[in-house]
């Protein structure tokens, strides 16, 4: 009766193990079997020659959601002799992470065997724990394989990422998520139509775990769905077949398009920070290069992924003056009012606002002149020796201004008949700069060139 509790574990342990998600029953046991990642795990890719030469060291990967970070620390660490311990970032604290050093300073010092720490969600670390972990990674005492969806560059502190090998994984190409559905379909036993598995290609975003995830409830209502039409139970006794660990026997399931778009009627998106940053970048420069198509794509995409609206609105107020300018000085009254009608309406509804004016937007003519001739007197004025106001400009409303020359010689322009007169503006110094520099293209802006161009008034019209 000795063996019988290790028998009783081992049908407990697979009985779980039958229960978790595809993704978690089909994760893979050699590099060989990786699905994507072509430029690191290749022949010649970087992660499998250092794995060749047992040289790798410590390591961050960093990817979106779905192309392999976990299933590749794992394998990193099954092809080395070290001992493999794993913290998950999002729950562990100081202390855990002095015990996991202290145990491998132990276990480097009683056995001589070296120590991987695979931390998930390293970027959900603070700076205090990040610091903890530095002398052991710089030491050698603990390899350090760091797995975030997150750019290091802005999560991950700068002495830690330095100590570390950065490596990018990507999202998944179709090509590949095709292959890892088609060995999910046979994993679960099942057939699928072309047209099905192309909808889910379609539908995963490169997130192998979410295109197994969609898949496996694929194959629950294609079963469902044979079922009822066979009008036979779930199983003997009424309940469900729990899915075999191994590949099972075909099951006469067959998943097809219906049964593919229903189980992926919402498109999961990324949008971690990285994506936040890349996706406004995208916004911003198809405003800017007049494209109100592309604009409206990314607006549509961060509103979906749940972007702050307050923060789109104040990106389009900025982009109303930095790329619009004079070109169309209306440009900004109508960035500012779709701003004032997210904080009025709200969303969804507010999106409508923000489509408006971003169509607006990116097709009104545009003039950078106003940022660039701001860019250049705050350079001036950071730069140089501040010049003095001009007599006639400084202030002579009060009793004895006019004793100090304040204000003397100064003429209204108004009291001309073209409402200008020429006069100095600027200190004395700075005479020869000229920051603005209005723009000959379509707009507004070509109106004020004209004018400045000595035209006689009325021709600048």
Known sequence: MSGAPNLFAAAAEERLRARSPLADRMRPTSLDDVVGQEHLLGEQGPLRRLLNVDRLASVILWGPAGTGKTTL????????????VQLSAVNASVKDVR?????????????????ILFLDEVHRFNKAQQDALLPAVESGVITL??????????EVNGPLR??????????????????????????????????????????????????????????????ARRREADGSPD?????????????????????????????????ALRYGRDEHYDVISAFI???????PNAALYWLARMITAGEDARFLARR?????????????????????GAARAVDY????????????????????????????????????????????????????????AESLGHGVGYRYPHDYPEGWVEQGYIPDELTSRKYYRPTSRDGVEDWIRRRDDDAPPGEAD
């Open 145 to 154: 394989i760091g797995a975030t969806t997150e750019n290091p560059f802005f």
């Open 99 to 115: 015990q996991v050093i202290a145990d491998a300073e132990e276990r480097l010092g009683a056995h001589g065997q070296g120590t």
């Open 285 to 291: 420069k198809s405003i800017r290069g007049s494209d």
């Open 162 to 223: 330095s100590r570390s090998t950065l490596f990018r994984l990507e999202p998944l190409d179709d090509e590949a998520l095709t292959t890892l559905l088609r060995r999910g379909i046979e994993f679960e036993g099942a057939t699928a139509s072309d047209e099905a598995i192309d909808h889910l290609v379609s539908r995963a975003v490169g997130d192998g775990r979410q295109a197994l995830t969609t898949l496996e409830t694929a194959v629950a209502l294609a079963d």
């Open 345 to 400: 309406v709200g969303l969804p509804e507010a999106g409508i606002n923000l489509a408006h004016a971003t169509v607006y937007l990116a097709t009104a003519p545009k003039s950078n002149s106003a940022y660039k001739g701001f860019k250049e007197a705050m350079s001036d004025v950071q730069g140089e020796p501040a010049g003095e106001v001009p007599l006639h400009l400084r202030d002579g409303s009060y009793r004895g």
């Open 316 to 336: 389009l107020v900025i982009a109303a003056s930095e790329d619009i300018g004079m070109a169309d000085p209306n440009a900004l009254t109508v960035a500012i």
């Open 73 to 84: 620390a794992r394998l990193l660490a099954t092809a080395s002799a070290k001992n493999f």
């Open 235 to 267: 199983g003997a006794d009424g309940s469900t077949p729990e899915p075999s660990s191994s590949s099972p026997s075909p099951t006469g399931i067959v998943v097809d398009l219906a049964d593919a778009e229903a189980a992926s009627d919402l498109k």
